[in-house]
């Protein structure tokens, strides 16, 4: 079987493979692609029952009864102890890029059907049913049983209405609230994979605070000291958890944190007092019921902690005991705000960010950490080994051909996506509005795939390669011209080829090649239509008006605008001439 395909469907993939390897029974019948497309096909299912449920590998394996006779019904789960029922269908879609048949889903509805109301024979010489059979017998026995009817598939396409009126028939013939439909695409499948932040909000931990004051209203809040011992094992055992939403990661020896390990080792009694300490909020706090009564100290139990500011601090107290593992006491403020009572958490979580960060200084692109997207990228790509960076940090060690950022990003989707040259021009005269977060939200919105993200920053690197060397080869007008057209160039190549959609990750060499030829191509274009609207005097090798530099033409709307026009027409004519 082919595993070309959306970079999602490879991460999925890879994680069916691990997760199941060889313990998913198959059938004897059908060639190799057939086998394997039956194995994605059952592992989703159980992959699926694993993640709504968090019901164990084997459970979820000896749930599937996919085969002859099945009616439709891959998986059928129960869970007596919360008095549920999973009915499973599951799609497996290469591509990403189709629903399930209407034909399939309403095999499903009825195979739920005859589930429902006992038509067993339905199910006749199913053998994975037919053993289970007395347990679904005891299911549809047992009083206060809910059943939930789960869909499955392998592709980003929303499920169409006429699949979903086929539930909701059945939820009509049944008495209200027994019977549950969701189903799940791509999307959410990618979801779970790269983000396990639901189990993290489930493992609670431990901090104890010294001092502390409680505030109830509007918010639950907890103010006090904590020792900085206890802050370094948090950060040792969670730290891509805990400050996953911090608009920074750590940034490593910076001035600001030198003096933060400084103020540690020569003043740590005071260190709470000099450091503007942390901000941190969770899905829920309780204190520990002995001390409940305990005024000066009391330990707190906390799911879900996540660092809003104070991620310098903490990794310069990592740092600190990196390098000295002597003991020491010294305590850092902690404000922890429990999101109970919040109903908007994302707005709310912004305004935490935007207010309470000062230490170190707020740049505008530093926001776009908070864009639920840049998470998914970052963590779609790297289990491809490709590591997008989308806020700052320290230095990381990735080779460059498989390292790209925010920046760089945005400069090649503004070439890309950009209606004229408005956006483009904000490169060349290197103004921060492209790196906003209403800027980069307005370019991120035109892509859906990371894979699409990666490739054009690669076509991006290949173009300006090439600029580089022409700039190096070439003097004078000629020289200035390949330093300050490569945005341009860029933008016209984009709309000249269609690289970004193909499904390998990486461009091929014959890509490389074809770029290679459109940059020498387009730029002589470019270059002629430069001197043919009088822009330059090439004969001269002067400006045709001396006031006039290059970079005042590249920075020029209406003139690029214009210059982008004749450019690609007489690509067009050059195309239907030959």
Known sequence: MCTKGPIEIRNLQNVLNDTFGNIIQLSNTGNEDE???????????????????????????????????????????????????????????????????????????????????????NFKYNINFEKRLPDFQKCLATEGMKCYIILVYSSFNELHIDRILIFDNLKYHSSEGYITFKHYNLEVINEWIINDEKQYDQTSISLRFFSPSIVNTPYKVIHGIVDIKEINKLYDDYRDKMIVVNIRNYKGLTQVNNDIIKTIYDKPELFYLYNNGITAYCKQWNIIPRDERNNEEKEIKIYGFRIVNGSQTVGAINEYFLKDNKEITSYVYLKLISLDNCQSDREFIMNLIKYTNSQNRINPEDFIALDPNQIRYHKTLKLQNVYYKYKEEKNNKWPHDRRFDYKESCRALACKYSADYQIIRLILINNTKLYSYDTGISLFRQINSPETLWRLVQIKRIVEKYMKEYVSAEVGLRKEFFSYSKWLILHIIYKQINFDTEENLFLSEEEISILSEKVNEISEIVWNVLTDKGYINSEQKEFYNPSRTVRSIFIDITICDTIIKETLKRINMNERSE
Do not use: H
């Open 35 to 121: 086998k394997k497309r039956e194995f994605y096909s059952k592992s989703l299912a159980a992959y699926t029952l694993m993640k709504i449920t968090d019901c164990s590998q084997q459970d979820a394996v000896n749930s599937l009864i996919d085969g002859n006779n099945d009616c439709g019904i891959d998986a059928i789960y129960i869970d007596y102890s919360q008095k549920k029922y999973y009915l499973v269908q599951s799609k497996y879609c290469e591509k990403g890029n189709s629903e399930p048949s209407l034909s399939d889903v309403s095999k499903f509805g009825n195979g739920v059907d005859y589930f429902l109301n006992s038509k067993w024979d």
